[in-house]
C-alpha cells in the first residue's frame, strides 16, 4: 500500500478544553492567556472574528473583551497536558505508529489502510475523540508530513470538507496547490516567504515547482527537503521515540519586580528544582547550568541590567540540591547592590545544553557523588510530587508554593478538573 500520514489537531486546543468543562462557553468568545496573563495564546473564532490578534497583550484588548463578552482564561497547563495525553490514547487506537508533535498535534501511520478507507477512518477517528474527550479536531492525511500539514490546514479553513483532507491524489493536491500561499507551507516562515516571493514563488504549486537546487541556496537543506515532500517524496520520518534532549532551560518572569537577593535566590532555587524533575524524567544529567536574571526593557526610567554566568558542577547529576547549590553560587557570583534605586529585576532562569545519560556519565575519580542515595531521596521526592501535586515536597530554599510572592500570576485560570482532586467537578443530585 502507499504511505500514508495523517495530521490530527485540536481546534484552539487550550480554549476547547475550557469548553469541555463548561458548555456555557459554546458559541462564546474565548481567549487564553500566556503566563503571567500576558498575551493571547489561543482564540476561538468567535475570538478571531473580533478583531483579536495571536499574541496581542492582554492590556490592549481587555476593554475590547468586557464590552464583547469574552471569557478570559489564564493558561491552565496541567488540565491542557492531561486533554492531550487522553486524546493520544484514542489516536493509538486506531494507528499503531503516532508521533506526538505538539501538545495539540500527533502524527499518525495509515500506511496499513487502504486508500479508499482513509476518509472514512478519519471522520471516524474524529467523532471518537469528540466523543470520549470533548474535544474538536481536523484531520490532513498525505503521503508526507509536509501535504499532512497541508492537508490539515485545507481541512480548517473549508467547512465543507467536515474537518477532513486527503491529499493523497496526486491530481487532487495539485488543484488545492494553485490556490494556496507558500506562507501556508510547513517550515516556510515569515523571511523565508519574502525570499521566496522575491523569486517569483507565490503559491505552493509555484514551491513544488521550483528547482531544488536555488532553493537549497536560498533556504538551505530545509528548503529542499520541503519541495520534495511537496512532490510526494518523504523526507521527514515519522519519530515513533521522540529524540533525547539536547538542552533544558527553566525560566520565568516574576508577577512583581524583584529587588531583594534572597527573593532572587529563592526563585532560581525553585527553577532549578524544576531542572532536575525534568531531567530525571528523562534519565539525564548536567554538568554546567547557566544562570540568568535580568531588568525588563519596558519598565522606562528604571536602571537597566543583565546577567548571565556559567557554573559547573563537580559531575553531571539531575539532583534537584546539587542543582541549587550551583544556581545560587551563580546569583553570588554576579549580585550587585545598586544605590538608592535598586534594579527591578523581571525575569530569570536557568539554561543547560550537553545533557547526557545519567548512567553514562563519567565520574571524577575522587568525592564522587553518592548516586544511589542521591536517586533514592530524588524518587521518593517525586513519588510525593506526582501523588499529591507539584510543588507538595520542594527544598527548603525553593520555598513553599503558596508564599512565593513572584510566582507567575494565573488569576483567571480554570480548575484543574483532571488532575487535582479537590477541584474536580462537583455533581448536585436534584431531589
Known amino acids: 500500500m502507499s504511505r500514508a500520514i495523517a495530521l490530527i489537531d485540536g481546534n484552539s486546543f487550550y480554549c476547547s478544553c475550557e469548553r469541555v468543562f463548561d458548555p456555557k462557553l459554546a458559541g462564546v468568545p474565548v481567549i487564553v492567556l500566556s503566563n503571567n496573563d500576558g498575551c493571547a495564546i489561543a482564540r476561538t473564532a468567535e475570538a478571531k472574528a473580533l478583531g483579536i490578534r495571536m499574541g496581542e497583550p492582554y492590556f490592549k484588548i481587555r476593554q475590547l473583551c468586557r464590552s464583547k463578552g469574552v471569557r478570559v482564561f489564564s493558561s491552565n497547563y496541567a488540565l491542557y497536558g492531561d486533554m492531550s495525553a487522553r486524546a493520544n490514547t484514542v489516536y493509538r487506537r486506531f494507528a499503531p505508529d503516532v508521533e506526538i508533535y505538539s501538545i495539540d498535534e ?28 470533548g474535544l ?61 516571493e522575491a523569486m517569483g514563488v507565490d503559491t505552493v504549486a509555484d514551491l513544488r515547482d521550483l528547482d531544488p537546487r536555488p532553493a537549497r541556496a536560498s533556504l538551505t537543506v530545509v528548503g529542499e527537503r520541503i519541495i520534495h515532500e511537496l512532490r510526494g517524496r518523504a523526507c521527514l520520518p515519522l519519530e515513533i521515540v521522540p529524540a533525547r534532549r539536547k538542552g533544558c532551560a527553566v525560566t520565568r518572569s516574576f508577577s512583581s519586580r524583584i529587588t531583594e537577593r534572597t527573593v532572587l535566590e529563592q526563585a532560581v532555587a525553585a527553577h532549578a528544582t524544576r531542572l532536575g524533575e525534568k531531567l530525571r524524567r528523562d534519565g539525564l544529567a548536567v554538568s554546567a547550568v547557566t544562570v540568568f536574571y535580568h531588568t525588563s526593557e519596558h519598565d522606562r526610567g528604571d536602571p ?16 534537584s540540591r546539587h542543582l541549587i547549590q550551583a544556581a545560587l553560587h551563580g546569583v553570588a557570583k554576579t549580585w550587585k ?15 543547560t545544553k550537553d545533557l547526557v545519560p545519567l548512567d553514562g556519565a563519567p565520574r571524577p575519580l575522587f ?10 531521596l530524588m524518587a521518593a521526592m517525586d513519588a510525593c510530587n506526582g501523588r499529591f501535586g507539584r510543588g507538595a515536597v520542594v527544598p527548603a530554599r525553593a520555598g513553599l508554593v503558596e508564599k512565593r510572592t513572584w510566582s507567575t500570576k494565573f488569576e483567571m485560570r480554570s480548575p484543574r478538573f483532571t488532575t487535582r482532586l479537590s477541584e474536580v467537578p462537583s455533581v448536585s443530585a436534584l431531589s
Open 304 to 319: 537597566m541590567r543583565s546577567v548571565s554566568t556559567v557554573v559547573h558542577l563537580p559531575e553531571a547529576t539531575n539532583d
Open 337 to 351: 547592590e545598586q544605590g538608592p534605586t535598586p534594579w527591578r529585576y523581571s525575569k530569570a532562569g536557568l539554561v
Open 106 to 133: 500527533s502524527f499518525l501511520d495509515l500506511s496499513d489502510v487502504r486508500e479508499r478507507d482513509r476518509l472514512a477512518l478519519a471522520r471516524d477517528l474524529r467523532s471518537t475523540v469528540r466523543q470520549w474527550t
Open 136 to 196: 474538536p479536531t481536523c484531520v490532513g492525511i498525505g503521503p508526507t508530513k509536509t501535504l499532512a500539514k497541508l492537508a490539515n490546514h485545507i481541512a480548517k479553513t473549508i467547512p465543507e470538507l467536515g474537518g477532513v483532507c486527503d491529499l493523497s491524489d496526486e491530481a487532487e493536491r495539485a488543484a488545492w496547490m494553485i490556490g494556496i500561499s507558500v506562507g501556508e507551507v510547513w517550515g516556510i516562515g515569515r523571511a523565508s516567504r519574502a525570499r521566496l
Open 367 to 376: 568525592g564522587a557523588l553518592d548516586r544511589e542515595k542521591s536517586g533514592a
